[in-house]
């Protein structure tokens, strides 16, 4: 095929790569060491390369030739401590465990500089042209937060917003939302963004014990949403994993029974709304975008009616009869949510407050909280992607896969949320990856671009390849053939040729 001349930069995308170390295996897919591999897009040309992120965890399991840094799924007993005074300090250094720098999610962009991500308190920068692993940064030096989400938003001027969680700080559990500045003053040139990070604010948990677990948060011109979903960490028990033998994993739980709050923070006072809204119990990693409309904010989610999917990426299930045997219990669902700005004092208890035209609804209770019902968009979407330049704005495409029962996507998707239309690529023994729209320099429209997805193949005759697809029409534009194993991968960004700071190979 032909790939755009105008599409110059590097596709830049992480993944788990490596989930066996001498003779030892992880349990999950999620924790296998990260992988980072980029195409690097040159005059209508392609090149590839691929590099393990030299970690710290990657250092010590390849010196020990085995694994020895606990990851979510797989706990891992570094030495068998040889006399019972050193087994019991063993146990006890693990109660508040340092976590992992295998940062195996995403990719974020601060400054100039390029980070590998992941949801520990760790980041680890990289070269995003050699795919080399530079300085390690720990966020906790900057904020109180023992975890933080793989996906952050940019503002404007460039500024990274962030969410993570501050676990029992002085008795209190709260999610605290960053801002770490894309650039420093002069005077302070030698000094990093994150030395000039700042708390936007913070939003006390509903349980000092059992904080929510989120995977990504949402933002609009003038407002942050934080959802906060019953599928919950359970301290104690992370605390005492390590004694029980068991992974943090098993320490996250859903309460189907309870319900789902929304949080809205105002952008300018830093204030969260004070009217309590909320819906039914749901799981949910991916936002899709949200904006506002006469008095109201729309977000997109896709929700599950359960937290399956994260059971489905054990090893011992990723078997040779994968594609049969695993079936989601919840199918991905893309629902829309309208929550009305003003709550008017005189609306009747019982009535539905949204007033823009849409089949969600936001009705008042007796106790002045709102009941959230969503609109359903879709279903069998997931790793949602949008033209970034739409972010917090009204917007019409989402760029996604298409997953059916099962979790590993088929298709690569675009769907029109305004009427419903959807168009998809999808050709036999492929496995797509999240799709990463590129727009054209100086589009004016919001598909005028390129949607690039890396795809890996289930027939291990063919070779992989990276697909580029024409955004508007969803027709083949090109493939660059790999003659090498690719992985599946997670995230990633695409990173203009400008915004990519030369430096010597």
Known sequence: GEWPTWLQGI???????????????????FDGLALLHSFTFKNGEVYYRSKYLRS???SCNVEANRIVVSEFGTMAYPDPCKNIFAKAFCYLSHTIPEFTDNCLINIMK??????????????????????ETLEKVDYNKYVAVNVATSHPHYDSAGNVLNLGTSIVDKGKTKYILFKIPSSVPEKDKKKSCFKHLEVVCSIPSRSLLHPSYYHSFGITENYIIFIEQPFRLDIVKMAT????GVNWASCLAYHKEEKTWFHFIDRKTKKEIPTKIYTDAMVLFHHVNAYEEDGHIVFDIIAYADNSLYDMFYLKNLNKDFEENIKLTSVPTCKRFVVPLQNDKDAEV???LVTLPSTATAVKEKDGSIYC????LC?????????????????????????????????IVKF????????????????????????????KEEDDGVVLTCIVMSDPNKAPFLLALDAKTFKELGRATVNVEMHLDLHGIFIPEKDVKTQPE
């Open 56 to 58: 710290d965890a990657y």
């Open 11 to 29: 596709l830049l995308r992480n993944g788990p790569g490596m989930h066996t170390i001498g003779d030892t295996k992880y349990n999950h897919w």
């Open 416 to 443: 029109n949320v305004q009427t419903k239309e959807t168009l998809h690529w999808g050709e036999d023994h492929c496995w797509p990856s999240e799709p990463i729209f590129v727009p054209r320099p100086d589009a």
């Open 373 to 376: 019902q969503p609109e359903i």
């Open 379 to 411: 279903e069998g979407i997931e790793l949602p992607r949008i033209n970034y330049d739409y972010n917090g704005k009204k917007y019409r495409y989402v760029f996604a896969t298409g997953v059916q029962w099962s979790p590993v996507p088929t298709k």
């Open 241 to 244: 994993a390590y004694i029980r």
């Open 110 to 131: 601060t400054g100039d500089d390029f980070y590998a991500t992941s949801e520990t308190n760790f980041i680890r920068k990289i070269n995003p042209q050699t795919l």
């Open 350 to 352: 019982g009535s539905n």
